[in-house]
Nanobody, 127 residues
Framework: QVQLVESGGGLVQAGGSLRLSCAAS????????MAWFRQAPGKEREFVAA????????YYADSVKGRFTISRDNAKNTVYLQMNSLEPEDTAVYYC????????????????????WGQGTQVSVSS
């Protein structure tokens, strides 16, 4: 059974940077895609970024495009989220998600497309 463990969250001032990591264990086959979502207090969980594992194609929410970068290390089964120019609006619990299966359609921004989730890591940005 695949398990995801996030790390790298913390408190940072506006304009600063953080790098989140999500390590997958228990995987016997290559995954299809991994993603980051976030949930701010009192708000719905929202899509942040996704990456297709085999070809490295990436997707971003408009709110983070140009500031955040998603990447992966195939050998380590780890996905990263480099977050630069952080804003107070980026404050949220960040969740890693894994889509372990293949299908003809992939709606990267929808939570239901992912079957394994991490426990989340808190990111707080002060103004």
């Amino acid at each position: 059974q695949v398990q995801l463990v996030e790390s790298g969250g913390g408190l940072v001032q506006a304009g600063g940077s953080l790098r989140l990591s999500c390590a997958a264990s228990g995987r016997t086959f290559s995954t299809y895609a991994m993603a980051w979502f976030r949930q701010a207090p009192g708000k719905e969980r929202e899509f942040v970024a996704a990456i297709q594992w085999n070809d490295g194609i990436t997707y971003y929410a408009d709110s983070v495009k140009g500031r955040f970068t998603i990447s992966r290390d195939n050998a380590k089964n780890t996905v990263y989220l480099q977050m630069n120019s952080l804003e107070p609006e980026d404050t949220a619990v960040y969740y890693c998600a894994d889509r372990t299966y293949y299908s003809r359609t992939y709606y990267y921004h929808l939570q239901g497309q992912y079957d394994v989730w991490g426990q989340g890591t808190q990111v707080s940005v002060s103004s």
